[in-house]
């Protein structure tokens, strides 16, 4: 069974920085394409960032130059390093295949202030 923990989120000033991790069990991790998500209060879930398992990365185009996914597959751990944070930036934080494909942990709130 596919366990996603994420853990890091709180609340942060404008221009601050946080780092989201993602604890993953229950899958070959190196074998597999990684993503964050988000979903903002009112809106649908978005893909946020995605890395391929050879270390390839895509960016929404709103974080890009912003945030910074990576991997590391000995601890079967996905990371987020979110700087510059804007209010816009505010929901919860998932973890999963870029396409969704296991059950959605609990997420990560992650609360940026004007």
């Known amino acids: 069974q596919v366990q996603l923990v994420e853990s890091g989120g709180g609340l942060v000033q404008a221009g601050g920085s946080l780092r989201l991790s993602c604890s993953a069990s229950g899958i070959i991790f190196g074998h597999n394409d990684m993503a964050w998500h988000r979903q903002a209060p009112g809106k649908q879930r978005e893909l946020v960032a995605a890395?391929?398992?050879?270390?390839?990365?895509v960016y929404l185009g709103a974080v890009k130059g912003r945030f910074t996914i990576s991997r590391d597959s000995a601890k079967s751990t996905l990371y987020l390093q979110m700087n510059s944070l804007k209010p816009e930036d505010t929901g919860v934080y998932y973890c999963?295949?870029?396409?969704?494909?296991?059950?959605w942990g609990q997420g990560t709130q992650v609360t940026v202030s004007s």
């Open positions: 999963n295949s870029r396409t969704g494909l296991w059950n």
């Open positions: 890395i391929t398992e050879y270390g390839s990365t």
